[in-house]
């Protein structure tokens, strides 16, 4: 399960990228939206920009927490108030499969660099239709994935390296990325 703090921050994420699209959005051009904002950051910098998990689906990768809150939303089901999930769900709505901001974003839990880069990926794609965005995503990392998948169901999530190497990272970022997963992961 994801902390607050992860939570709060995909929350954050997912307003923003409402707010700066200035409209509702469909759930696939959001999750690819997010896709790509994730992907630049660890390109470029090592680092993701929230720590939603990526799975490979028909469409493209699919952050799982947004959308297990969405499915939520969708499915008006109630949400105990005492959830994890309870602030972040009742910050969006649902209206003919498109995701609605209800609130403005925190922006303590977004740095001036990840806004930069949710703002570049959407002045790159963000004119760009869900089906234009989820041939986008489908390269060889995605197709990599899914045959893992195919093979394993289990093995459909992107690992960080994964997100990293589809936005054309160096392999000296990549190692990076590994150096930090294998710290973080001895002290989980």
């Known amino acids: 399960m994801k902390t607050k703090d992860q939570i709060d921050t995909i929350k954050a994420t997912v307003l923003y990228i409402l707010k700066e ?37 028909q469409r493209g990768p699919v952050p799982t927490l947004t959308y297990k809150v969405i499915k939520i939303k969708e499915m008006q089901d109630d949400i105990d108030e005492s959830s994890d999930l309870y602030d972040f769900a009742k910050s969006i709505d649902i209206k003919n499969k498109k995701v609605i901001a209800l609130e403005e974003p925190d922006m303590d839990y977004l740095s001036v660099k990840d806004r930069e880069i949710i703002d570049s990926i959407i002045s790159r794609y963000g004119d760009k239709s869900s089906e234009e965005l989820s041939e986008i995503s489908h390269d060889a990392i995605y197709k990599k994935v899914m045959e893992n998948a195919a093979e394993d169901p289990q093995k459909d999530i992107f690992s960080l390296i994964d997100i990293a190497r589809s936005g054309g990272a160096s392999e000296e970022m990549v190692e990076y990325i590994r150096e930090k997963e294998i710290v973080r992961q001895k002290f989980v």
């Open 21 to 57: 699209m200035h409209s509702e959005m469909d759930y696939i051009k959001l999750f690819k939206i997010m896709y790509f904002a994730q992907r630049e950051s660890l390109a470029s910098y090592g680092l993701p920009i929230m720590e939603d998990t990526f799975r490979a689906r």
